[in-house]
C-alpha cells in the first residue's frame, strides 16, 4: 500500500500560517524538529502531515493540494471571516462529479488548497446563498 506522508509548502510568515492552519482549518499542531529554518508540522490525520517551512520560494497560482473535511461548513466559514476564500483561480465552489463540493482558499502565504465536502453532504440553505457558492450546489 502507497499512501502521503505529508505534504510540504513555503510560507513566508510563519506565525501568520500557523494561526491560519490551527485556527482557520483546525489542523492540530506536531511535533517538529529542528531543520535550520523555521517550521511547523500539523497533523492531517493518522500517519499524515502537512509540513510548513519559512523558506523563500515561489508559490505557483493553480497548483494544490486537498483536504476533505469532516467539518467542512466549520471550516469555510471562518475561512471567509478570515477572508482567505479564492473564487477567482478555479472559479465559485461547486459540486464535482464524485459529490464533493470543492472551495479553494489560500493561507497567508498565498498557497491554494482546495477543500472538499464529505461525498452528497448536504447544508442549510444559507451555505449555498453565499457569493463564493454556486447555487447549483444544493442539488
Known amino acids: 500500500m502507497t499512501t502521503i506522508h505529508h505534504v510540504n509548502i513555503a510560507v513566508d510568515d510563519l506565525a501568520a500560517a500557523t494561526e491560519f492552519y490551527r485556527d482557520v482549518i483546525g489542523l492540530e499542531p506536531a511535533v517538529t524538529p ?10 492531517i490525520a493518522t500517519g499524515q502531515e502537512l509540513h510548513v517551512n519559512e523558506l523563500d520560494d515561489v508559490h505557483p497560482q493553480r497548483a494544490h ?27 465559485r465552489a461547486n459540486r464535482i462529479g464524485t459529490g464533493v463540493i470543492q472551495l479553494f482558499v489560500r ?27 454556486d447555487p447549483g450546489c444544493a442539488r
Open 34 to 43: 529542528d531543520l535550520g529554518f523555521p517550521a511547523q508540522f500539523f497533523t
Open 107 to 133: 493561507d497567508p502565504a498565498g498557497n491554494l488548497i482546495e477543500l472538499n465536502s464529505q461525498p452528497d453532504e448536504r447544508f442549510d440553505d444559507t451555505f449555498y446563498e453565499r457569493p463564493y457558492i
Open 65 to 91: 493540494y486537498c483536504l476533505r473535511l469532516d467539518d467542512f461548513a466549520a471550516v469555510v466559514g471562518r475561512a471567509d471571516a478570515a477572508a482567505a476564500i479564492d473564487g477567482d483561480t478555479w472559479g
